[in-house]
């Protein structure tokens, strides 16, 4: 018998005894103990792979990384803190010493700010270009671009995205693509077989759908070839410095090697780890995605044929509807059915009033939330002149589409003539 400050720690459980539990487990641990040095020390030189320290990764976290991989069709991923996160690790990874990274300039506003001021200071540059306009994508390229990236359904304004065309844009130039998929979800449209290399997703939105856990998560396609322009990727191609003398593209190959890197120097770098219990509730909610998806797009597109009957509505922003501009790339990419994250411009002057018309719609909503949140199992209602994308100039704004009247809308679960009811008799608040 051991003494009790022994079988107070150590007692009812033995490292590695699977316990054949149905679903997977939450692993809440720190770290990991090795069977040998020999072990740790080869774990540690990514000579094994194994769990490492819960920073990188771990059982929980790979569970998630698998399956978002699967629903993408991708051949690896690395799931991380946040949707932000996995936005920064990627591209900072893709980018590299000296790299310039050319995205689209509808975007949601948090990533605008990590590119144009964040990536600023970390001395990478990034130009912004009319996601429409191919010849604008063609033109921003320079020598040192690394990487093309863009939504495949622009938030707030629901934008759809030419991939394919894209995605030969930068093919062409010997770069990968990176979309976010958040808006779009593996559901309703998989990039990676439109020709993009990189799928971000912000987890925290549908993928979790019950608005309790931020995550993060990029799929590797395994389309990207570093080995082609071996010395446009040292990170990749040359020796990795601080596990030994091999490259990562030598070891891990084509699929693999994006997600070592990510999670050997970048994640294990700066931080952005995610949460055992994060992971955990996350995976509860992809069980139910397709479900919800479908369900919210069908919601989304009733709301937006109703409101762009509503006198006091002079534009709505959907691609599902007829005389919507990316209409017909909806059609193409997007037959399962449209994003359910919208938004439409109310009908009021643009002057000094503009703001107080706009509250007294968002307050006077009583089922439709003002969360600064999407894909959320409740439909949200945000402001994102005054909320997610404010710290944008006027001239961004305009050229996202988004004007000081324009709200934008998250449809949920509830029933339909609920939320109908719920936006009419705001808007008759105006």
Known sequence: MTGFATRQ????????????S??????????????????????????????????????????????????????????????????????????????????????????????QETFDDFGIPVTFVDQDDLDAWRAAIRPE?????????????????????VADIAHDAGVPLVIDNTVGTPHLIRPGEHGADFVVHSATKFLSGHGTSLGGVVVDQGTFDASAEPGGW??????????????????????????????????HDLGPSLSPFNAWQILQGIETLD???????????????????HPLVSAVHHPGLADNRWHA????????????????????????????RVARVVDGLRVIRLVANIGDARSLVA?????THSHLSPQQRAAAGISRSTIRLSAGLEDPADLIADLDEALALV
């Open 9 to 20: 720690v150590q007692a009812g459980y033995v490292a590695g005894v699977a316990q054949n």
């Open 22 to 115: 149905a679903v997977a487990p939450i692993h809440q641990t720190a770290a990991y103990e090795f069977g040998s040095l020999a072990e740790a020390a080869d774990l540690f030189a990514l000579r094994a792979t194994g769990n490492l320290y819960s920073r990188n990764a771990g059982p929980t976290q790979q569970v998630l990384e698998e399956r978002v991989a699967a629903l993408e069709g991708g051949a690896s991923a690395a799931a991380v803190a946040s949707g932000q996160a996995a936005v920064a690790v990627t591209l900072l990874a893709l980018a590299g010493r000296g790299g310039h990274i050319v995205a689209a300039d509808r975007l949601y506003g948090g990533t605008v700010d990590l590119l």
């Open 145 to 165: 671009t690394r990487a093309l990236f863009a939504e495949s359904i622009a938030n707030p304004i629901a934008q759809v995205l030419d991939i394919r065309a």
């Open 234 to 267: 040292p990170q990749f191609t040359e020796p990795y410095a601080r596990v030994g003398d091999f490259a990562l593209w030598d070891r891990f190959g084509a699929g693999q090697a994006f997600a070592a890197l990510v999670k050997s120097k970048y994640v």
């Open 291 to 309: 479900l919800r998806v479908s369900r919210q797009s069908a919601t989304a597109l009733a709301l937006a044929q109703h409101l762009q009957g």
């Open 329 to 356: 790339l909806a059609e193409r990419y997007l037959p399962r059915g449209g994003p359910s994250v919208f938004s439409f411009d109310l009908a009021i002057p643009d002057d000094g009033q503009t703001q107080e």
């Open 383 to 387: 402001h994102p002149a005054s909320m």
